[in-house]
């Protein structure tokens, strides 16, 4: 066992970043000494002045300025000023700078030399933010979208929710509308393994975070947003690239007087729609109906739903509209943001902060002494400083903390909403008044009945769910903090050469999360003998309880990021030859402190070099080379180390000289290429507890493997399990990918249009191994990497400029993104070979969900007698009313052979957005339409169907179910679609909504199938937004700036689906996405 | 100047990419847990072996299909509706998910090949220990031999032809090797023996357990040899030996997996093997259990007889147990199951310490002798014709039946095991607690403290399983608990290798043989030997005399003596009378009556159903498409 030759690891820990740190500082401590004895060796004479830039006479930072002839040369400082050393036989200065005509100088006599450059207007502001530096914007050959922070300004605090349909090449949709855990799901060019784990690499000031992090990103902080897509541009991230890579760099600060700028937003909110559910009458009435005709016997008697319909005292005839109980009808959000940039000669800041007070939709009870709404505050804190220690040498330190301080149910805001719709209207009251003998009690006289046809608990006890009591019972407080440290390093090394700059970063991060809960047991009553002459009940304990609140303790999360890189780069033109490269190295270790296992508690850990060389001649002839190699501690020692290359070529046809007559209509033309591999390290069932695939997993000391002996049954000897088996081959995911581009800018750039198609092979995705019999008897299952997806598509994106004479001015755009991919290789039984080809993945999309083709309702229990054998027993457990399934195979029974894939994708395949703005004088407007095409979810029947228990036992990926619910029953809402339509006796159609009522789950008809399948698709107008500018560009009543604004979101919805939001998805019970209106104001000081 | 960097950036990057790179990736300390540490050291390999037992099914579960999936005990449908041993036992067995099948990882109980891959694992392995005793490792390897024996033959019973694990079979042997195609059960049964032999030869496989504390429950010599006459008999009879049903039974190849011809010299050895396991038993100290007068000093030989029958099976570790299930036992929870809510001092609240819904159906009260050991419907002097209906107990009935209380004619006049291990309503429920003089009785009406009073906790039939629970145990009024003494499951007993030897010497035709060892267990019982007991009594006097009379009296004693103890699923199946007995209404009175008239009618509650092909547990599906080799059981 090559596992004894590990010594200490806790020695080596830290060597590797160690050294990358070193290192760095040693060489700082050279460079500094280095040039302090340097100057005056060829002290000629003395050059100063500034660089400014012709439009607002500012300073231009970073001009190079050279002595012609000679290496020498110095860069303008922040203000753009300037001081070099000349020899005595030289009098030529050289001025360039990216975005601007260089420009050459004598200098006679002058010792102050102040030049304005001119911009080259093909290339100004063309600098683009790209893995590890900033390359121009011609040389981009690859495939990437940088976004406007300003179009990321929505009335919201999660800034996830605002991509949809932004970015060209992102899909994204959000499942859930619960401040806190309203995260929208975004998938870079759609999805293209199947291991769950498709989400991209987010990147904020260079270092790995969370998509949570991601989330609290204020977009006032945002210096530059872009989404890298092709192997050119995530091949430098070697493994961790192959999902795609979001970017994010915040501001720094800038050369001039303190700016303050702040925004104040309020906003109130209510849900895009709720589920429209029967009326009580109804519900009993089809309850009654769906007892008798499954022959049992009816559930209410006439006088219960004439006594409700006469709407008796409420206590004894409950009829309870849960959503208008547990939730308000609105809320208010409020969002505070300011910052402040400047700086002076030495160093520069920017400083941000921000608060933003969510509130949820739930009603607390009056009698409650605490609040179980929803409660979300978040404070930001973002200083970001630049210091010159030289002129060459740059520090930047970078200081972040986020705190979120939620305050809300137990169960999250999902699980209520839930609650609502699967809970009965009319089986007890959510409170019943007390009764004279019960004046003062000092609780809650919660409501709640006996249980009913066989639950598990005893007769007189209580044994529903009480929304209402869950939800007034407790609340948890949790609150999560990250506080981020960076220094970053940069040298310029024009000593050596010219354009060559070396930089250092590291960062530590922690993120801390904990939740307290703190709950007391309900008490339970019920109403007996009502008397209705006078109005009277009497009331029974059903269940005791304890007033005083206990504390659970919740999830906690504890966990460390260190993260160190260094890198070299190099910009140099000779004459028409323009050369860049960069040299990165790169440490990153992860260590969780709530580990439950030695191997999840073991740091996580990735090293690697990567590299980028670019080159164009003439700014016309583009080429480009990445490469990134990562090492892995997950992976045995031959398989740890992963090389992915890619290669880009470009052509700027606009740019040759044959193009110029065309120049007018066609004022950009761009052709781009590349292909090249990227790896995915995200693998195994999640990060940080599939790891170590090289070793196996053992437990031994097991006490559920172990056997009891002896007389008294007093010996228990532990026993052995094994929960993996060791294969040294697991490895990364590969992916190979090519995309071809092209940009094309008509009528003085007035319109852009950029169109990319790409496709990917994406090849050894771990997967479970299915040819492995059982017979083997293997205790865990084993996985290799022998999976393979291939995806393709098309995005693009379409700008239009105009200003108008008369200051009017009108901006369009529009993004669009087609996703598809397909199985290529998956390991499966030999469908074909047993005639059920159609079960095959092959060939599939991935997202596709698999069930039966449904035809339609039975007509009656004679046809189910005589059609292929379902679920159950005809005429027992299915029959007339009932789903019909389709008999592929022909062999008489509707098994797990006669499933295909049905509906389209649950990830949609299309995402597109597009919206205008216009403005005239000091008015502007806004209008941003977003839609999802080419998607299918599915209606859960049993968490739909009315009158059944859908929260004992468990259903997959269900708020409900987590709860303390388990072992309680329920009976689901009546949704008024289905009470609308559904196969009744009376009513026997074979192609109703819903089929035959029943008030247990009928295992028939909630098999997965496309009875169930809806279209997922919708267009929704997300943004609408008219703004007002009083101030700008110069002062008035103290500001500099003034702008006041109304927004709303998601105003409007299309959508074939009519039962819920749409953008919900099979998850229509969840907490709904908001409709805001928003009041701003911004100022500028 | 220009080499000083050059120097610098150079040592940069190679410490970068150099030595240290491959250290930083290799953070595993190097004693984490693999599976080669299990044979380091002999408290591991302990450990291991350990596992191997834990592999036992669990006998004394929902999980046990001879409990939850026999007809012997029903639960109302409020507890059980969901059991996978309920829905099995009426027809619902499926082949996408095979409800409790330990072929593959489908089910919800365990996949025994995973346990004989352990076997296996074990066996390889158990030498490598440094400081492993050679006589232990002679031990522990005959001990993992009869259980990977006993799993084998676990399997053969419930799905027939199995592929043997001879080896364990590595992944890297490719597609083909690991496609391993279904043995003969001939072959199978011939395995089984073979290992067992293998562990009786064993020179350090004690006979008994000599250290009790520690090892009750471990494998002994008596064991295996019990073992193997269960396994000669289980393949020597119908269902395996000569079952033409299985004639177009065959593995792709075409080998027959059933083999079609009657074969008596497998009874043979079934009847050889019970005689050496008896002789080896009781050359030990095995014998059949009897009640020790002194624990319950004055009461009368009735009470005695009863409180013997039970204790056979309850008193933990008596002397005619040969296995017993340490892992699997009746726990206080399990007891309770059976017990009827008796105590007088029962509140609402102390009732629910029992749940008290494990209900023998009617049709298994009806299936115990009368008082004379004949069968209720042979007994001459029976009145069967008014079995249902009701009369009041007489002072000679008083040990059995509350004087003075009425209860219907059925509960009357019957064997001292009917009484031993039935509650019903009026019936006497000796122990307790109580003295014999004192003991409590069941009052099973609706309203009454043993009758239905919540959704669950109640007998479905009115009859309760009183056999298993131990006769101290009690459920206590006030502070509302139940306490019960732990007893293992018996995986085999005395009784059990009489009665299969009784059943081998008949199909042999040694008739007279055979009754000596049937009468054993009458005699235990209270009654008189079969030939006389007929002769006297029955209206089919000559039964006991013939092979085939003596055969149905045999399978009608094993089913009473081993009643609830999960013998009769498997003996109804091994007989092929399965199809005849579990096609079947659910009877029992109506607990919903709160009289003694309304009371006692005949309700019934639900349905047994069970075809040809459920003789055999499906494949599932799944397994069927990993390994084309595979056939499917017949009808599935």
Known sequence: MNKRLLPHTSTVLYSGTSKVLLFSFYLLFVLLTKDANSSGSYADKTISGRVTDPGDDSGIPGVTVLVKGTTLGVNTDAEGKYRITVPSNRDTLIFSAVGYITQEVVMGNKSVIDIQLQTDEKALDEVVVVGFGTIKKDAVVGAMTSVKPGDLKVPASNLTTALAGRVSGLISYQTSGEPGANNAQFFVRGVASFNNQNGPLILIDNVELTVDDLARLQPDDIESFSVLKDPTTTAIYGARGANGVILVSTKSGNNGPAVVSVRVENSISSPVS???????????????EAERTRGRFATYTEEKIKGTERELNPNAYPAVDWYKLLFREATTQQRFNMNVRGGGVKARYYVAGSYTHDNGLIRSDPNNPFQSNINLDRFLLRANVNIDLTPKTEMIVRLHSTLDNLKGPLQGGNAMYNAAVRTSPVRFAPVITPTSNLIGVPHITFGNDYGPRGSTTSANEAA??????????????TRRQLSLVQLELNQKLDDITKGLNLRFLGNANTTSYFENRRSYIPYFYRVQNYDQLNDTYSMVRTKAGLEALQLEPGYRENSSVFYAQTAIDYVRSFNKHNTQGLIVALAQEFLNANASTVSASLPSRNLGISGRFNYDYNNTYFAEVNFGYNGSERFARNNRWGFFPSFGVGWLVSN????????????????????GWVGNDKIGSSAASDRFFYLSEVNLASGQAGSVFGKRFEKNINGVSISRYANAKVTWERARKMNVGMDLNLLEDAIQLRVDYFNETRSSILQTRSDIPSTLGLQALLKSNVGSVEAWGVDGSLDINHSFANQLWLTARGTYTFSDNRYKIFEEPNYAAIGAPWVSNIGNNVNVQKGFIAERLFVDDEEARNSPQQFGTPGLDYGGGDIKYKDLNKDGAITSLDRVPIGKPTVPKVTYGFGASMGYKKIDFNVFFQGL???????????????????????????????????????????????DDHWSEENPNIYALWPRLSTTVNVNNNQNSTWWIRDGSFIRLKQLEVGYTAIKNTRKWGMSNLRVYLTGTNLLTWSTFKMWDPELGGNGFNYPLQKVFNLGIQVGF | MFNRYKTVFLALLISLTGGSCGKFLDVVPSNIAVIEEAFETRDNAERFLATLYNYLPPFVSDLNPAFTASDEIAVNENISRNWAGHILSRGGQNKVAPLLGYWGNTGSVSNLFIALRDCNIFLENVDKPFDILPSEQERWTAEAKILKAYFHFYLMRMYGPIPIIRRNIEVS???????????????????????????????????????????????????????KARVLVTAASPMFNGNTDY???TNKDGTQLFSTAYDESKWTKAAEACKQAIEIAE????????????????????????????????????????????????????????????????TAESRESTSSYWSPPLRIAEMFYSSHGVPISEDKTYNYANRYQTSTAKEDHKHYIKEGKITANLNYNREPRFYGFLGFDNGIWEGHGQTEKNSFFVEAKKGQRAGILDATRYSLSGYFTKKLVHYEAVQSAPNSGYSAERYPFPIIRLADLYLLYAESLNEIGQTAEAHVWIDKIRERAGLKGVVDSWRDFSISSAKPLNKEGLREIIH?????????????????????????????????????????????????????????????????ESDILANPNLVQNPGW
């Open chain 1, 464 to 477: 529903w769910f009480n929304p209402y009591a869950e939800l007034q019972r407790g609340y948890r407080d």
């Open chain 2, 247 to 249: 004639a177009a039974f």
């Open chain 1, 933 to 979: 095409a080419e998607t299918s979810f599915s209606i859960d029947p049993h968490r739909t169907g009315p009158f059944v228990n859908s929260i004992t036992g468990s259903l997959s990926n269900d708020p409900l179910t987590l709860s303390s619910a388990n072992g309680l029953l329920s009976e689901n809402g009546l949704i008024q679609a289905y009470a």
């Open chain 2, 556 to 620: 009608q004693e094993r089913m009473i003596e081993l009643c609830f103890e999960g013998q009769r699923f498997w003996d109804l199946r091994r007989w092929k009378k399965a199809e005849a007995l579990m096609n079947s209404t659910i009877r029992g009175w109506n607990i919903q009556g709160e009289d003694t008239e309304s009371y006692y009618n005949i309700i019934v509650s639900g349905r047994y159903q069970f075809s040809s092909r459920d003789y055999l547990w499906p494949l599932s």
């Open chain 1, 274 to 288: 709720l589920i429209k559910m029967a009326d009580p009458i109804t519900y009993m009435r089809l309850q009654n």
């Open chain 1, 656 to 675: 040759e000289k044959f193009f110029t007559d065309l120049g007018t209509k066609i004022s950009r033309l761009k052709f781009r290429t590349s292909f």
């Open chain 2, 173 to 227: 042997e490719g597609l083909e090797a690991v496609r391993v195609s279904r043995d003969p059960v001939d072959q199978v049964t011939d395995y089984i023996i073979s290992l067992l032999d293998e562990a009786i030869e064993n020179p350090e496989l004690p006979l008994t357990i000599t250290d009790v504390g520690a090892e009750l429950g471990r494998l002994t010599k008596v064991a295996a040899y019990a073992l």
């Open chain 2, 283 to 346: 050359g030990n100290g095995h014998h059949l259990f009897r009640f020790d007068k002194n624990e319950m000093p004055g009461s009368s030989d009735s009470t005695y007889t009863k409180l013997t029958v039970r204790g056979a099976l309850t008193e933990p570790w008596n002397n005619e147990l040969l296995w017993g299930g340490s892992n699997s036992t009746f726990t206080p929870g399990f007891q309770g199951r059976a017990q009827a809510k008796i105590n007088p001092l029962l």
